[in-house]
């Protein structure tokens, strides 16, 4: 007990006198993981879209891959991606291994299916009439797809929170294709499984609360923009 | 309608450039990969030593901290350009392929079995590693293992083959697979027995719920040396870095950090520099 004490007032210190190592953490923490959520959002929602507007031959297989794909697990795609980014691996030319920019695509990586399942879930359960009714009304395809996007946002919002979650709590992919590097690709939940390690559990609950408290801010924002919107 | 889509996206866009901040990936022959132990960055050591090197070199180094096993692994593979480790008879082996440049004595320090007060097998203050070893297995005290191929679990192997006891499969053997801190915090928690580097348990002593009950065995030495990996076997290892990282680490500038690292704060070194020395002179 004395020591979540201790590591709330360790974290206040830290955020009161702004630590300049856990503000870098912090900010490259946010930087990358927000970088990851955009990226996942523009993929996401392009394909989620057009999966749920148009029919195909196995299409439901494609759906259930794009719905297994929520569940990736962090370090499958930790693993895939350093092996690919290897000096002598496949991508190895890019010379990105260990660097922020492979975290991005990492976590980009775990955010797109997430991103991609839930727009594509909220842009089908759009009353199929309304897409009749747009279309009536003279608007091209281009025009219908982006008001039935604009017609989904609650649950796209919902996408947006889903996928920034999933990536900025995300430990296996960051540490793996990272490297945990001091003062470069160390974030939040990468200083904090290595300041357990070294017993500093003071500093690791503080870095565990900035987390928090970082997570709690993004999706309040994100809410009142949801919520400000009553449903119809 | 259309304004609030937008602020919603461009608020993921502002916080994602808020941070901003110019990491760009820096230039790839200035850059050197370290593969080394979760000890000596545990310890906070190479935190200090980076630093100097990076400011006196203009060199910028990519520490990954795995076990001894992995960072050698990363070796072979040609996905490190410079190793320091602490696991001797698998470095000979490297070496001995053909994987390395050159290995150079570092510095050491030495492995202690940790374990409860109440010491349930009654291993307090025996000389013999082997000894204490074949007492936790009589006792079938709880034993926690690295069980990830470090350095330290190797030389755990190696005393448990020297007392002719077979460990791994029993019931109160159990591997963590995990660093040596976070096996040090699993040994307290559970009050078992385990052996770690003395850096590291000195460096979390304060929260542990252990002590030192055997130490000063000589095969208990913990031994650093530094490697490069060899460019001829992989062609984009960064043999100029790597060199100048071990000269560096065996350079009487980094040995005088050694010397006197953690005697502020744990009142004895956490490490003994030893370049130039031979193997066999250790610890006399």
């Known amino acids: ?232 | 309608m259309k304004r609030f889509w937008i602020t919603s996206l461009l608020f993921i866009g502002v916080i994602a450039l808020v941070a901003g901040g110019s990491s760009q990936a820096q230039a790839q022959n200035k850059s050197v990969i370290l593969a080394t132990t979760t000890s000596t960055q545990d310890s906070g050591l190479l935190d200090i030593l980076i630093p100097i090197f990076e400011k006196d070199t203009g060199y910028f180094v990519k520490t990954i901290a795995v076990g001894s096993g992995q960072a050698m692994a990363m070796g072979q593979k040609g996905e490190a350009d410079v190793l320091l480790v602490h696991s001797p008879a698998a470095e000979k082996k490297f070496m001995e392929e053909g994987f390395g440049v050159e290995r150079r004595l570092v510095m050491h320090n030495d492995f202690v079995i940790a374990g409860p007060a109440e010491d349930p097998a009654r291993i307090k203050g025996l000389k013999s590693a082997t000894e204490a070893l074949k007492k936790i297995a009589a006792a079938r005290a709880l034993f926690l293992s690295r069980g990830d191929n470090s350095g330290t679990h190797a030389k755990e192997k190696a005393v448990w083959k020297a007392a002719g006891v077979q460990s791994e499969g029993q019931k109160w053997y159990q591997e963590t697979g995990l660093g040596m801190g976070q096996t040090l915090n699993v040994a307290g928690e559970k009050k078992g027995y385990t052996l770690t580097d003395r850096g590291t348990y000195l460096a979390l002593a304060k929260t542990l719920k252990l002590d030192i009950l055997v130490e000063g065995d000589a095969v208990l030495l913990n031994i650093y040396h530094v490697m490069e990996v060899n460019p001829q076997k992989w062609p984009k290892v960064n043999i100029e870095a790597a060199k100048a990282f071990a000269d560096f680490m065996v350079s009487a500038k980094a040995q005088d950090v050694i010397k006197t690292f953690g005697v502020d704060k744990f009142g004895s070194p956490l490490f003994f520099p030893d370049a130039g020395k031979t193997v066999e002179n250790l610890g006399k």
């Open chain 1, 1 to 232: 007990m004395d020591l979540i004490i201790e590591g709330i007032i360790k974290a206040f210190w830290l955020l009161v006198s702004f630590d300049p190592e856990v503000l870098g953490i912090t900010l490259l923490s946010i930087k990358v993981s927000g970088t990851a959520t955009l990226i996942s959002l523009v993929i996401g929602i392009s394909v989620g879209a057009s999966v749920a507007l148009t029919r195909f031959p196995g299409r439901s297989i494609v759906v259930s891959l794009i719905n297994t794909g929520m569940a990736l697990p962090p370090v499958v795609v930790g693993l895939f991606v350093t092996i690919s980014l290897w000096r002598n691996g496949p991508l190895g030319f890019l010379g990105i291994l260990y660097t922020p920019l492979a975290m991005i695509v990492a976590q980009a990586v775990i955010a797109t299916p997430i991103v991609t399942g839930i727009s594509l879930a909220a842009v089908q359960q759009l009353p199929a009439k309304l897409r009749l009714q747009i279309l009536a009304l003279g608007a091209t395809r281009r025009q219908m797809v982006w008001i039935l996007i604009k017609e989904a946002k609650l649950s796209l919002l919902a996408a947006i929170m889903a996928g920034f979650g999933g990536v900025i709590s995300e430990v296996g992919a960051s540490i793996m294709v990272g490297g945990n590097i001091k003062g470069y690709s160390r974030v939040l939940t990468t200083a904090t499984v290595m300041e357990t390690g070294r017993g500093n559990f003071d500093v690791a609950i503080a870095l565990s609360i900035i987390l928090l408290l970082l997570a709690y801010l993004i999706n309040l924002v994100l809410t009142q923009v949801q919520q400000r919107e009553r449903p119809r």
